[in-house]
């Protein structure tokens, strides 16, 4: 590491004021930080002395997310093999894994490759540094997409994102809505087919040739196209695994609660706001329990959590620091809405089957409100104690 500190401190005069490369500077900065820490601190204001900063927080959401990522490149070839029939190779957990490997880090590549290229350029035009935030969206991209999706489409809705979602705003750390989100939603709306129904869940399926007996539908699909609980073909402990059709990175529980494990103990992700999502996807389960109107209205409220993106969203992207609520009852009533209005959505409304996306991007656009009257309701309580002392 050395040699390496040594090399980059002679190329440095080259891309500073003044320099043959200072037009660079920006790029050079993003690349030093993020292999050094930072040998300068802020000369004047109030600020936080701490050997943690921006790119360490990110990397470590990074490293939470290795576990979603690994499993669902081995159930993207789970899938394909048992949608073809192959048992052999469904059996190989490494002919599963390195088959959705070589599938996904495709994905992976256009969507890091594309938003960096966006947050490089625009740094350079505003002679800012860059910011550090893309090193997680770059992963959550992809993470909530479908194997089939095609690159030029997940370029795009990466583009819309970066540009729109957060450059528009002032860059990380302003943006209102989570970027990836924002990507899902747009491709979800822009382009309908190719990130819905039965097919694109399951590499393969598009071009045809499955079993007739395979079914690449998601279990929330099914129920939402009226098919009993009881009826659907996969089980609990399929949810609770991961090993069922769905977005690639969003299958499992394990492995998310194995993410969320280090969030919590880094102190990256807040706890209020996670516990909150489930109690309140819970606890509007158990109330269309009580209602039971229909048969998706009898699915036990402890399944609402196993399905879908719900855990993935209430781990990575509810959790948010930049569009969740910042006080701390704000981030309890923050979550507890996520949760409930997922599984609301999810259940009244067919037409969106998932819920998660749009109950996280509602209360993104909700959440300063949240922080403004918990904090009026403090200032209240305190003028309130002030004039019962006087």
Aim: glycine letters at 10%.
């Amino acid at each position: 590491m050395k040699a390496l500190r040594n090399f980059v401190d002679k190329i440095k005069p080259a891309f500073s004021k003044g320099g043959k490369f200072s037009a660079l500077g920006s790029t050079f900065e993003g690349f030093e930080t993020f292999l050094f820490v930072p040998n300068t601190v802020t000369k004047k204001g109030s600020h936080i002395r701490d050997c943690v900063d921006l790119k360490r927080v990110m990397i470590v959401v990074v490293l939470a997310l290795l576990p979603a990522a690994i499993f669902g490149m081995y159930n993207v070839g789970l899938q394909h093999f048992r949608a073809f029939g192959d048992l052999a190779a469904a059996d190989s957990i490494w002919q599963c894994f390195w088959f959705g490997f070589w599938k996904v880090l495709p994905i992976i590549v256009v969507s890091y490759v594309t938003g960096l290229a966006i947050e490089f350029a625009m740094a350079q035009i505003r002679g800012e540094e860059i910011n550090e935030g893309f090193l997680v969206s770059g992963m959550l991209i992809p993470l909530v997409m479908p194997v089939d999706i095609p690159l030029w489409i997940v370029a795009l809705g990466t583009a819309f994102a970066v540009v729109i979602g957060k450059e528009a705003f002032g860059g990380t750390g302003m943006n209102v809505f989570n970027p990836a989100i924002l990507a899902r939603a747009f491709i979800f709306f822009a382009y309908t087919s190719q990130i819905s129904g039965d097919q694109v869940w399951v590499e393969g399926l598009v071009k045809g040739g499955a079993l007739d007996t395979f079914s690449g539908a998601t279990p929330l699909t099914q129920l939402a196209d009226g098919l009993a609980p009881a009826a659907l073909q996969s089980t609990p402990m399929d949810w609770f695994i991961g090993t069922i059709p769905g977005s690639i990175g969003e299958t499992s529980f394990v492995a998310i609660m194995i993410g969320a494990a280090l969030l919590l103990v880094t102190g990256v992700a807040s706890w209020r706001t996670m516990l909150s999502v489930f109690a309140g996807g819970y606890l509007m389960g158990l109330l269309f329990n009580l209602i039971g109107a229909n048969d998706y209205m009898l699915l036990p409220a402890h399944h609402h959590l196993l399905l879908g993106g719900f855990a993935f969203g209430a781990v990575f992207m509810a959790t948010d620091p930049v569009t969740s609520a910042q006080t701390n009852c704000g981030k309890i009533i923050y979550g507890l809405m996520i949760g409930a209005l997922a599984v609301l959505i999810r259940v009244i409304n067919p037409g969106y089957p998932e819920g998660m996306m749009l109950a996280i991007l509602f209360m993104n656009g909700v959440a300063p409100l949240i922080d403004h009257y918990v904090v009026e309701a403090n200032i209240r309580r305190r003028n309130n104690r002030v004039k019962l002392v006087k």
